[in-house]
């Protein structure tokens, strides 16, 4: 397993960016962040195999995740953030090469960070 954390989360008015940083202690084949709202399931935001990239509909256009393979580093950078947004972001990760249509789901990811907290205000 690897080891990840998670940092940049804090509190941003609606319309507002924030970008998010995950450290892995080493590479690893699928990376993903994933975010859980009180009270609902967690969800998957954006996640990378390779050169294969998906996002959440509900992030689409807003979100872009990136990787410094060089620093073993995941970012998701957050645009036009909405209270909707307002969650606790987590990085996951797997060696395994995941199908695209299974990326952005929990089940398939083995390493979790402690998360990073976003709260997107009205």
């Known amino acids: 397993q690897v080891q990840l954390v998670e940092s940049g989360g804090g509190s941003v008015q609606a319309g507002g960016s924030l970008r998010l940083s995950c450290e892995a202690s080493k590479r690893t084949v699928t990376i993903a962040w994933f975010r859980q709202a009180p009270g609902k399931e967690r969800e998957g935001v954006a996640s990378m195999s390779g050169s294969r990239l998906i996002y959440g509909d509900s992030v689409k256009g807003r979100f872009s995740i990136s990787k410094d393979n060089a620093k073993n580093t995941l970012y998701l950078q957050m645009n036009s953030l909405k209270p909707e947004d307002t969650a606790m972001y987590y990085c996951?990760?797997?060696?395994?090469?995941?199908?695209?249509?299974?990326?952005?789901?929990?089940?398939?990811?083995?390493?979790w960070g402690q998360g990073t907290q976003v709260t997107v205000s009205s």
């Open positions: 996951a990760a797997t060696d395994n090469g995941l199908q695209t249509y299974i990326m952005l789901e929990a089940r398939w990811y083995d390493s």
